[in-house]
């Protein structure tokens, strides 16, 4: 289930300080910045993007991930074995 996406610009009655980077939000999960980018496509974690494109994350929902109640459990990609081509 996905939320809707907000914009940038709705955020004008907020306080701006409540929403951090997408590198902020990798450093503090020990993510990477594309794999935080990639959560917030797929609606893991609310976010909104700015007019240049950027993500910015609320805070309150970073601490959330944190403490582990929004946390969506995914299983590691297996690699499949290299197929032999035949008469090697």
Known sequence: MTTP????????SESRKDWITSS?????????DA???????????????????QY?????AV???????HVSKRTKRKSTPKRRRPGR
């Open 24 to 32: 902020e939000v990798a450093k503090a999960l020990d993510m990477t």
């Open 63 to 69: 601490l959330n991930v944190l403490k582990g109640a």
């Open 35 to 53: 794999a935080i980018r990639r959560w917030a496509r797929e609606g893991l974690i609310e976010a909104i993007k700015t007019p240049g494109g």
């Open 5 to 12: 996406r907000r914009r940038w610009s709705d955020t004008a």
């Open 56 to 60: 910015r994350f609320r805070r309150d």
